[in-house]
């Protein structure tokens, strides 16, 4: 590293903490000018870019980084550094499937302990987010009036995967517990069935189209 090189890098910290984005992309430019080969040029230049929300441009030169780390053998943590805010750019993005990515590549470098905190944090957004988008009532219905048809004729294993779906459809809809209760009382499966029905009525207390006794109990299906 040479010192010209050196020095436009602390000129260019100086800009960016004074938050003078332009004058610290000016001189980072010229310190990738004296001395190419640099990872952490790369990488300052990137956190410039992140500052000022261009994050593809923040991505493009935190690859960059990684590019040079790759060929200089640097230090890992640098490397992990520029993968872990190529995933913050996603993120801010909302783009959780690519921040997760980078996330983890970063971690298969350098073990952070926050950043491993905040990639599980992430990974359960991630699954709320993805179990949300797939709630369609309509859908649901279809599903559930499949179940009905099955069920009615006695197909009750293929009638039990429709009401699965449908729960996964509309997990907030009483009546699809009940319904699936009704088939894995037929399916001789009387725990999950009573678990259905507590589910059931704690979805709405109000329902009661469904009893169960016990294993030996009858119950009541309805198709709504």
């Not at 300052?44 to 929300?53: G, I, P, S, T």
């Not at 780390?69 to 499937?97: C, H, P, V």
């Not at 189209?209 to 294993?215: D, K």
């Amino acid at each position: 590293m040479s010192d010209a090189a050196i020095a436009e890098k602390d000129l260019g910290n100086a800009a960016y903490k004074q938050k003078n984005f332009e004058a610290a992309h000016e001189h980072y430019d010229k310190a990738i000018e004296l001395d190419p080969v640099n990872i952490t040029f790369y990488n300052n230049k990137a956190a410039v870019f992140f500052e000022e929300k261009k994050y593809a441009e923040c991505v493009q030169f935190c690859e960059k980084a990684i590019e040079v780390g790759r060929e200089t053998r640097a230090d890992y943590k640098l490397i992990a550094k520029a993968m872990s805010r190529a995933g913050n750019a996603f993120q801010k993005q909302s783009n959780l499937t690519e921040a997760i990515n980078w996330f983890q590549r970063s971690l298969s470098e350098f073990r952070d302990p926050e950043l491993v905190k905040k990639v599980k944090e992430l990974e359960k957004q991630q699954k709320e987010a993805e179990r949300l988008a797939y709630i369609n009532p309509e859908l649901a219905q279809e599903e559930k009036n499949k179940g009905n048809e099955l069920f009615k004729k006695g197909d009750y294993p293929t009638a039990m995967k429709h009401y699965n779906e449908a729960v996964k459809r509309d997990p907030d809809n009483a009546i699809l517990y009940s319904n699936r209760s009704a088939c894995l009382m037929k399916l001789m499966e009387y725990p999950r069935a009573l678990e259905d029905c507590e589910t059931c009525i704690k979805k709405d207390p109000k329902f009661s189209e469904f009893v169960i006794t016990g294993p030996s109990g009858e119950g009541r299906f309805e198709t709504f």
